[in-house]
């Protein structure tokens, strides 16, 4: 594996890590401050390895179409597991869940079926802003439970929530239409390896 598949990887690694801390930390015994700190420290990681695989396989010349399977897959193994997390704390509502769960499920099989045809299908621009926005609301997400935790700025949980929630939503929509975007994209896929 290369360098930027290996950080493309830690991800995978440190998801499970994340929500085995989250869910059960504090009956392991973590103290509150600990564990929050933990959890802060295992999603920037996740976040930063997100962010540095791409520039480090495009300035190494290992742009690959493993790597382009490959980080989507990692991506959605992290963030699912985390938004899995803030649905057990009821801060993130179980219906986006699931549609974002539907729709990052559906877009891995289109996905494949391009591979199929020989094609890796890149990120896209929407699909990017959709990935800042799931980054946005894992991390007010995380932001409102570590406040919870600590017994932080109590005045302002119900406000906070409001915020987290709003952000969620626009994650959705961008979600939905980036999909509806992969879909046009695919199409155009399809019909260029039938005329050809």
Excluded: H
């Amino acid at each position: 594996m290369s360098t930027a598949d290996k950080l493309t990887a830690s991800r995978m690694l440190l998801s499970p890590v994340f929500f085995v801390l989250f869910v059960w930390g504090a009956k392991l015994g973590l103290e509150a401050r600990i564990l929050v700190a933990l959890l802060w420290l295992l999603f920037g990681l996740m976040e930063v390895s997100d962010l540095f695989d791409g520039m480090v396989a495009r300035k190494q010349g290992m742009v690959s179409s493993f790597g382009k399977l490959f980080d989507p897959f990692a991506d959605v193994f992290a963030r699912l597991s985390y938004f899995l997390c803030f649905v057990s704390a009821s801060i993130m509502p179980i219906w986006i869940f699931l549609i974002i769960m539907y729709r990052e499920f559906s877009q891995l099989f289109l996905r494949q079926l391009a591979a199929e045809k020989g094609v890796a299908m890149a990120a896209r621009k929407g699909g990017k802003a959709k990935a800042v926005f799931y980054m946005l609301s894992g991390l007010a997400s995380l932001a409102y439970w570590s406040m919870n935790s600590l017994g932080l700025f109590k005045s302002f949980y119900k406000s906070a929530k409001m915020i987290v929630l709003f952000i969620y939503l626009v994650a959705l929509v961008l979600s939905l239409a980036s999909f509806l975007d992969y879909i046009i994209q695919f199409r155009k896929i399809s019909m260029t390896t039938k005329t050809e």
